[in-house]
């Protein structure tokens, strides 16, 4: 019913900056929050940065500062800046939605496929 698709992954050179987009399509009443997550080899996915509708961002410690989180209501989409990148930003990255499908229903957690970023000279 929801698809969430990013764009933007790739190679990039420490201090470098990459940008990632994510769009939700399908059958969507309400999205309550957006956000990145991401899992390197051996750890855990792990939370990078959410927005809400309302604009309220979130981010983890290691990332702020450097990431930005953004939100088009509109396009029902979410982007990130990724600024003075580093070996350890290098994960596969994952677009995450909050969303409610129709009226009535309840919100429900949407996964990307996910986006490889790798940060190397």
């Known amino acids: 019913q929801v698809q969430l698709v990013e764009s933007g992954g790739g190679l990039v050179q420490p201090g470098g900056s990459l940008r990632l987009s994510c769009a939700a399509s399908?059958?969507?009443?309400?999205?309550?929050?957006m956000g990145w997550y991401r899992q390197a080899p051996g750890r855990q996915r792990e939370l990078v940065a959410t927005?809400?509708?309302?604009?309220?961002?979130n981010y983890a410690d290691s990332v702020k500062g450097r990431f930005t989180i953004s939100g088009d209501n509109a396009k029902n989409a979410v982007y990130l800046q990724m600024n003075s990148m580093n070996a350890e930003d290098t994960a596969v990255y994952y677009c995450?939605?909050?969303?409610?499908?129709?009226?009535?229903?309840?919100?429900?957690?949407?996964w990307g496929q996910g986006t490889q970023v790798t940060v190397s000279s």
């Open positions: 927005v809400t509708t309302g604009g309220n961002t």
């Open positions: 399908g059958s969507i009443f309400m999205i309550y929050v």
């Open positions: 995450n939605a909050v969303v409610r499908v129709r009226i009535g229903f309840p919100q429900t957690n949407y």
